[in-house]
Structures are given as structure tokens and as C-alpha cells.
T-cell receptor, first 116, second 116 residues
Framework: GAVVSQHPSRVICKSGTSVKIECRSL??????MFWYRQFPKKSLMLMAT?????????EQGVEKDKFLINHASLTLSTLTVTSAHPEDSSFYIC????????????FGPGTRLTVL | AQKVTQAQTEISVVEKEDVTLDCVYE???????LFWYKQPPSGELVFLIR??????QNEISGRYSWNFQKSTSSFNFTITASQVVDSAVYFC?????????????FGKGTKLSVIP
């Protein structure tokens, strides 16, 4: 159990377009989902924490208008990168937890975003 | 503030050798969780272990073992008889109540290369 999927696994888009990434918990209900960004050969940087049905909490320095996060159900959270630019190119990883603070975060396989 | 230090950036070992990955953490909380994740070249983070701060018992799972020492704030990970499939980046992470959001703070990772 505790499988998290992400779609798409890889996306290439033109500068100025928007891209939506989906994160799904396949066999459990996730009260909390997290979105991370990982630069090449670097550690994971938390972008935001989202609880089902409420607004996401963004980390300092993360533009909430640029990285729109929606956690509409207990099994789905989406990250939309709006008006993407080349500097947004990165590896985006989501994780899901049944209940933050009491359960392990299980990670999705990641989405490689390349903005041309 | 929470902090996780993985001093070893890269380690290379020959197959069948034992290897220990170091992890030192800082937190003001008395209740916290420590994790190890494996990130193979495919990019997906694989959960290895979660340890509660009140449980200092060492754990062994097959060729993997973990040594938790609260006195030195360390949570080291040992792979016995390493195999090529163990080649990956390994992340140590800390989860505490911090700002109340139970976020994971990751170390910078240790890249392990097992040479056949």
C-alpha cells in the first residue's frame, strides 16, 4: 500500500504556457500533500503544503500566483506552473500523507519539467 | 531551527563492501521522526525507514541497518555487503512539529556508487 502517482512523468512546454501536474494517492486517502522541487544534484526543497479542502501553505520565496496548488479531494492534488519560464525547469515531486505528523510521507515518481 | 547534515557528498565502494552513510540532525523538539529515503537514477524517492525520537533501538532490515543515537543526534545508515543495485542518492530527513506543519527537512543527500 501507500502508492503515489504523478502525471505526467515528463513534460516539455514553451515559455509563457501553463503546465498542470497531478499527484494522486492510489490506495489511501491523503489528508496532506506536499510539493517539492529538486534541482540537479541537489536536495529536495519544499514548495508548499496542502490540506484537502483548504488553501495551500507556501514556503517563503515560493510565488503562490505562479505555482497554483489545488487539493480538491483526498486522493488528488494538482500543481499548475503558470506562465512558465526556462528557470522553472526542474524536477517536481509530490508526497502524500494520511495525516501529517503521524504518518510517513510517500513520494510520487516525480515530473521532469522542461521549459523551452 | 531544524537542520539535517549529510557530510558525505559522494561515496564509492566495491561490491560486497559494507558502507555507512552518516546523518546528523538538529531540532528543538523532543518529539520528532527521522527518515531515510533512497533516490535511484529514475528519480523516485523510495521510503526506507521512519524512526520515532523515543525509540532508540537499532533496526535491521535485511542488508540495511540503522543506528540511532540521540546523545550525538545521529541516525546513521549501514548497508552490508553492498550491491550494484544499491547505487543511488540517499537522503536523511527530519520531521518535527516545527512551525506546526510537520514538514520534512532533508539533508543534501549522499550519492553512493557501488562498483562491480
Amino acid at each position: 500500500g501507500a502508492v503515489v502517482s504523478q502525471h505526467p512523468s515528463r513534460v516539455i512546454c514553451k515559455s509563457g504556457t501553463s503546465v498542470k501536474i497531478e499527484c494522486r494517492s492510489l490506495d489511501f486517502q491523503a489528508t496532506t500533500m506536499f510539493w517539492y522541487r529538486q534541482f540537479p544534484k541537489k536536495s529536495l526543497m519544499l514548495m508548499a503544503t496542502s490540506n484537502e479542502g483548504s488553501k495551500a501553505t507556501y514556503e517563503q520565496g515560493v510565488e503562490k500566483d505562479k505555482f497554483l496548488i489545488n487539493h480538491a479531494s483526498l486522493t488528488l492534488s494538482t500543481l499548475t506552473v503558470t506562465s512558465a519560464h526556462p528557470e522553472d525547469s526542474s524536477f517536481y515531486i509530490c508526497s502524500a500523507s494520511r495525516l501529517a505528523g503521524t504518518d510517513t510521507q510517500y513520494f510520487g515518481p516525480g515530473t521532469r519539467l522542461t521549459v523551452l | 531551527a531544524q537542520k539535517v547534515t549529510q557530510a558525505q557528498t559522494e561515496i564509492s565502494v566495491v561490491e560486497k563492501e559494507d558502507v555507512t552513510l552518516d546523518c546528523v540532525y538538529e531540532t528543538r523538539d523532543t518529539t520528532y521522526y527521522l527518515f531515510w529515503y533512497k533516490q535511484p537514477p529514475s528519480g523516485e524517492l523510495v521510503f526506507l525507514i521512519r524512526r520515532n525520537s523515543f525509540d532508540e533501538q537499532n533496526e535491521i532490515s535485511g542488508r540495511y541497518s540503522w543506528n540511532f543515537q540521540k546523545s550525538t543526534s545521529s541516525f546513521n545508515f549501514t548497508i552490508t555487503a553492498s550491491q550494484v543495485v544499491d547505487s543511488a542518492v540517499y537522503f536523511c530527513a527530519l520531521e518535527d512539529s516545527g512551525a506546526g506543519s510537520y514538514q520534512l527537512t532533508f539533508g543534501k543527500g549522499t550519492k553512493l556508487s557501488v562498483i562491480p
